[in-house]
């Protein structure tokens, strides 16, 4: 089983909205990911939690706040975002061996 | 930082093979992999190649990698209209972090 899911499949926000993506994988990964995809671009990393601790922060701005719960769980809480930060929000997970990345079907965000 | 390039754009007829270019910089990089994203979904893993091998087979696919060249190919054989998707390469910079290509749309046509 290589999965892993995402939820919601489609949010719509307002600036002013506080809102939460949520990821899971029951793979047994121990690296978990938020990337960033504008259309027809390739996806941008924006954090990486390695043993449910931060590791990797591409100098993400601040209303974007990641949380790891558990090692299963990942977390994207979003407050007072851009027009500009609409795109796709994918998660992915590593197994760590070959460290080849597992995605999910990603969160679309329109952010109004 | 690495960078990582393929052509925007290929289109084939049903049946063909399409073989899909990347070039990087990184000679270090250690796992090259291939990705598939359909309109709208998330990536798919399609085949990864070791730095030390110069060629995977996987059914319809083929990977051959040019270390010396720093290029990787993917070979579709018998191209079909549910491969038209976007192709994209990405390399392992370090055990945690992956650069993708610019990616390669493939239309394949009947």
């Known amino acids: 089983d290589t999965e892993v899911t995402q939820t919601p499949k489609h949010l719509v926000m307002g600036m002013t909205n506080k809102k939460s993506l949520k990821c899971e994988q029951h793979?047994?990964?121990?690296?978990m990911y938020w990337y960033k995809q504008k259309a027809k671009k390739p996806p941008e990393l924006m954090f990486v939690?390695?043993?449910?601790?931060?590791?990797i922060n591409e100098s993400v701005p601040s209303r974007f706040s990641p949380e790891c719960p558990n090692s299963s769980l990942l977390n994207l809480h979003l407050h007072a975002l851009q027009p500009e930060d609409s795109a796709l929000y994918l998660c992915?997970?590593?197994?760590?061996?070959?460290?080849?990345?597992?995605f999910g079907p990603g969160t679309r965000l329109t952010v109004t | 930082g690495e960078d990582v390039e393929q052509s925007l754009f290929l289109s084939v007829r049903e049946g063909d093979s399409s073989v899909i270019n990347c070039t990087y910089t990184?000679?270090?990089?250690?796992?090259l992999y291939w990705y598939k994203q359909e309109p709208g979904a998330g990536l798919q893993l399609l085949t990864y190649?070791?730095?030390?091998?110069d060629m995977k087979q996987d059914q319809r696919l083929t990977v051959l990698l040019n270390k010396k060249d720093k290029h990787l190919s993917l070979r579709i054989a018998d191209t079909q209209t549910g491969d038209s998707a976007i192709y994209f390469c990405?390399?392992?910079?370090?055990?945690?972090?992956?650069?993708f290509g610019t990616g390669t749309r493939l239309l394949v046509s009947p």
């Open positions: 992915a997970s590593t197994s760590g061996s070959t460290y080849e990345q597992y």
């Open positions: 793979m047994g990964h121990r690296a």
């Open positions: 990405a390399v392992n910079t370090g055990f945690q972090k992956l650069v």
């Open positions: 990184d000679s270090s990089s250690t796992y």
């Open positions: 190649i070791f730095s030390n091998m």
């Open positions: 939690y390695s043993y449910e601790k931060l590791s």
